[in-house]
């Protein structure tokens, strides 16, 4: 088992808040970053930006120059092998001389490029899993997409302290602060897709648009590592806004409908829309089954678009579907010091349950305040996210 030095762990962690400046612009690509040093001088560092731009390993080798020849690179994701949008990063490290790859976690999407024996097979020392648990929860859509065949689904919610989140009529706005408000667009920000019913947009008529610049400092945040310095950010391609609306009953003039951002509706096989207010919007179809549409096809086409992360964004019945489904990774969860009252609207529609042993059971990933508020971040206790 390898043994690494205390000096690895610090560059490795180094790479990691790198790679954390991509967190909203690498989609559909992982976010990896890359620092290549001689003992503990760090001679070039790069993060991957954009998708069809250089990779990490690219970009730091290029800062590093001749400096990279006898160097170790530490890389938060496997290097690719395969020639895609571009040439294969392991070659880049090879021809470059460096003398030891020290990566953090594999990856299945690059199995067939054989990067790992070319390393080797060059005289490359090449070493895995330092820090891996937390590479891949900077990448938890994209190893979801990968290797389950579906995005990570994280439903956004936000309730009272009596667990309500609407009043008996519908109306929400507002049960949480402008400061959880405003924390909700970064976490948008950092999805491929934001999902809704139309249930929710008959309701509320949302835009489900990133309202956040990534150039704010604010906006580099993750759970793991809240404190992570600024660095640049390019222009980000808005998340597809994914409408599940069986019957195509959305109205002419919903904001879902400006065009403003790229948009999704998925509808039943005997849904026709009713004149041309969906011009501006792409349809696709999955079966309805009797609860619904049916909801694990749904995902399966969004993973083959290449979505790794999807925010929820809906009403207690979608998502309590999606939940009793088995189908929610984890739950953003913002409570807000008020009380709505028994009569005011539940958080999730779930099954009766027969019994206490039957109770979903959740685990607590972080807690913290947000304005007046508490969020909390939580995933199913049965998860299995590895």
């Not at 400096?67 to 470059?96: F, K, M, N, Q, S």
């Not at 020392?125 to 290797?147: C, H, K």
């Not at 249930?199 to 949302?206: I, S």
């Not at 609860?291 to 086409?301: E, I, K």
Request: with cysteine.
């Amino acid at each position: 088992m390898t043994s690494f030095s205390s000096c690895d762990h610090a560059l490795m962690a180094r790479a990691l808040r790198l790679a954390e400046h991509g967190l909203a612009t690498t989609r559909p690509n992982p976010r990896v970053g890359c620092v290549i040093a001689n003992g503990d001088r760090v001679v070039g560092e790069g993060w991957h930006r954009q998708a069809g731009g250089p990779h990490a390993e690219v970009l730091a080798l290029r800062a590093a120059a001749t400096d990279a020849h006898g160097a170790t690179a530490y890389v938060t994701l496997e290097p690719c092998g395969l020639h895609g949008r571009t040439p294969p990063c392991a070659d880049a490290l090879i021809a470059a001389g460096i003398a030891r790859v020290v990566i953090a976690s594999e990856d299945m999407a690059q199995r067939g490029g054989g990067a790992l024996d070319r390393l080797r097979a060059a005289g490359i020392v090449v070493e895995t899993g330092l820090m891996r648990d937390a590479a891949r929860e900077l990448n938890r859509g994209f190893f979801s997409r990968i290797e389950r065949g579906r995005p990570w689904i994280r439903l956004k919610l936000a309730m009272s302290l009596d667990g309500r989140t609407a009043l008996a009529d519908g109306r929400s706005k507002w049960i949480t602060s402008e400061a959880a408000r405003a924390d909700v667009q970064r976490w948008r920000a950092r999805s491929c897709a934001i999902l809704t019913g139309s249930g929710t947009v008959l309701a509320d008529d949302p835009r489900l648009t990133v309202r956040v610049s990534t150039q704010e400092p604010s906006f580099i945040e993750t759970v793991a590592n809240p404190g992570v310095a600024e660095g640049p950010c390019i222009d980000r391609v808005p998340p597809l806004r994914v409408v599940l609306d069986s019957a195509l009953r959305t109205p002419r003039g919903a904001r879902v409908l400006d065009g403003s951002a790229p948009t999704l509706f998925v509808h039943a096989a005997d849904a026709r829309p009713a004149d041309e207010r969906f011009a501006q919007v792409e349809r696709t179809v999955v079966e309805r089954h009797a609860n619904g549409l049916d909801l694990g096809a749904m995902l399966g086409l969004l993973a083959a678009r290449g979505i790794n992360e999807v925010q929820v964004e809906a009403g207690p019945a979608l998502c309590g579907a999606l939940f009793a489904a088995g189908l929610v990774d984890e739950l953003l969860l913002y409570v807000a010091p008020v009380l709505l009252g028994d009569s005011a609207r539940p958080l999730l529609a779930l099954p009766a349950l027969a019994d206490m042993a039957s109770r979903w059971r959740l685990r607590t990933i972080d807690e913290r305040a947000i304005g007046d508020d508490r969020r909390m971040l939580l995933r199913p206790a049965n998860h299995e996210s590895e």
